[in-house]
């Protein structure tokens, strides 16, 4: 009832409830993708990746004075979003150009990318000036430092991702089936497989400002693994992972809200509690079926 009354009352609460909703769509659709391709490691290593575009955005806007154009303010210093986007599509077209063309082992090249990303990240923050305790949050999360003139940029991209990933459901399932039998039905595998992988750099870049780049692995598959276990289609799976996700969110950021503890790292144990809930009601499920 306290944080009910709080969200009713305080405006950067509602936009965290928004952010995690927002973040929540794209989770559900891309994360569902993701696991069925079984491309968990390679979304962790964009995710890594993100680190180096946002510590370069901050840097070129403090010390260059580099901007941006926003539509409702103008000309505005660069935004450490716009350097995850930038970094997390860098990093998604040279895995898949690895995965698909190059000699080299891909999780080698991902480890590698994961390192130089972070360490990027690292060097670009200690040369610029000021304390930036802003990007460190994104390391860990910290969706109650959204503002609402971030929220415009994760709806845009909500959009692309959710609009693009329903638009092309039928050749990324393909893809994420039975690679083989959509080479013969004419689906061009290579095109679809990059823009999936970039479809999972954007909601990456969305889940960030939700739980951080340390823990975004977790909130894209975990919905998905759960509601695994009661879907029996992948349109099925995105709608349940999203609500699920959104369900997760916030309550994440309601338990997290009175004893003042990161509301990221909560919606995880909540989220890594329930899955494995549900492993061992499924397992108990099953024997009580076979006896």
Same mark, same amino acid.
């Given at each position: ?151 415009? *940029?994760? /709806?845009? $991209?909500?959009?692309? %991702? @959710? !609009?693009?990933? =329903? ?7 393909? &893809? ?25 750099? *954007?909601? /990456?870049? $969305?889940?960030?400002? %939700? @739980? !951080?780049?340390? =823990? ?7 919905? &998905? ?29 309601? $338990? ?36």
């Amino acid at each position: 009832m306290e944080f009910i009354e709080a969200v009713r009352q305080q405006p950067f609460l509602q936009t965290a409830l928004l952010t995690g909703v927002l973040s929540s769509v794209a989770c559900g659709v891309v994360g569902s993708y993701v696991v069925v391709r079984r491309i968990t490691y390679i979304a962790g290593g964009i995710a890594h990746c993100v680190l180096g575009g946002l510590g370069a955005a901050r840097y070129l806007a403090v010390e260059h004075g580099w901007r941006y154009y926003h539509p409702l303010h103008g000309w505005e210093p660069l935004h450490p979003l716009i350097g995850a986007v930038v970094a997390a599509l860098l990093a998604a077209v040279i895995i898949a150009v690895v995965s698909l063309r190059g000699r080299q082992r891909e999780d080698t090249v991902i480890g590698a990318l994961w390192a130089i990303g972070m360490a990027t990240g690292v060097l670009f923050i200690s040369k610029t000036s000021g304390y930036q305790v802003d990007l460190m949050s994104y390391l860990f999360g910290s969706v109650l430092m959204v503002g609402r003139d971030d929220l415009w *940029l994760l /709806v845009g $991209l909500d959009i692309i %991702v @959710v !609009g693009v990933g =329903l638009l092309f459901y039928n050749q990324l399932m393909a &893809v994420c089936f039975d690679e083989e039998f959509a080479r013969l039905r004419g689906v061009r595998v290579e095109v679809f497989y990059v823009l999936l992988l970039c479809l999972t750099a *954007l909601t /990456v870049v $969305l889940l960030v400002s %939700v @739980v !951080g780049i340390v =823990l975004v692995i977790a909130l894209l598959t975990l919905p &998905v693994a759960v509601a695994g276990h009661f879907c029996r289609s992948l349109w099925q799976l995105m709608v349940a992972a999203a609500l699920l996700s959104m369900l997760l969110t916030t309550g994440g950021l309601a $338990l997290s809200y009175g004893p003042d503890l990161p509301a990221g790292a909560t919606t995880i144990v909540l989220a890594g509690t329930l899955y494995v809930l549900t492993v061992i009601g499924t397992r108990l499920r099953a024997r009580v079926r076979a006896a």
